[in-house]
């Protein structure tokens, strides 16, 4: 069985401070993974994903994630936060493919001004 | 290019009818799956199909079903509906069934069942 833990159900930031999103996992054989964005009313938005490779992936809206095997984490990070920003994000892993991924059950960024 | 579609946008039915939700995937997307995504919770895995076969199902009853026709869209079926089938459907699609391609969302159905 797969699993997905988001500890922080809320995390609260300043605009133009970095922000970390967390995510630990747990699945067999070699991990997939995934952050989501979902704004209010939408569907989720692909973020960044974690193949294999280098441990640092950067994706869309400079979003990045490092990938810690030994701890089985899969943190989302930006370096400097934006208002925009502020929306729901969900980790998901698979060790078969993107379509039976196991989610996490969101975290909810706030970025204030 | 088209996103994933969903339709209906908003559903309320009864106690014990039935419900047809439909998806099509983007252009070229043969993999579709689809998520029940309750308030407050991450999207939890209901079906996926690849070129018309079913290749997962998550721990969902037999009442809900779906089939994938030939041009790839998608239909998922919930029979005898329960107020707990009240939540935001998702569907997602992507371009193969290999691990690393990411999926695409629609923006859901909401079901509200009373």
């Known amino acids: 069985a797969q699993s997905v833990a988001q500890p922080e159900d809320q995390v609260n930031v300043a605009e133009g401070n970095p922000l970390t999103v967390k995510c630990t996992y747990s699945?067999?054989?070699?991990?997939?993974l995934f952050w989501y964005v979902q704004y209010p009313n939408r569907g989720l938005q692909f973020l960044l994903k974690?193949?294999?490779?280098?441990?640092l992936v950067k994706g869309s809206y400079g979003f990045e994630a490092e990938f810690n095997k030994s701890q089985t984490s899969f943190h989302l990070k930006k370096p400097s936060a934006l208002v925009s920003d502020s929306a729901l994000y969900f980790c998901?892993?698979?060790?078969?493919?993107?379509?039976?991924?196991?989610f996490g059950d969101g975290t909810t960024l706030t970025v204030k001004p | 290019d088209a996103g994933v579609t969903q339709s209906p946008t908003h559903l309320i039915k009864t106690r014990g009818q039935q419900v047809t939700l439909r998806c099509s995937p983007i252009?070229?997307?043969?993999?579709v799956s689809w998520y029940q995504q309750v308030l407050g919770q991450g999207p939890q895995f209901i079906f996926q199909y690849y070129e018309k076969e079913e290749r997962g199902r998550g721990n969902f009853p037999d009442r809900f079903s779906a089939r994938q026709f030939p041009n790839y869209s998608s239909e998922l079926n919930v029979n005898a509906l329960l107020l707990g089938d009240s939540a935001l459907y998702l569907c997602a699609s992507s371009f193969r069934l290999a691990g690393g391609y990411e999926q695409y969302f629609g923006p859901g159905t909401r079901l509200t069942v009373t």
């Open positions: 252009s070229g997307h043969k993999s």
């Open positions: 998901a892993v698979t060790n078969t493919n993107a379509g039976k991924s196991t």
């Open positions: 699945v067999s054989g070699n991990p997939y």
């Open positions: 974690y193949i294999t490779g280098d441990n």
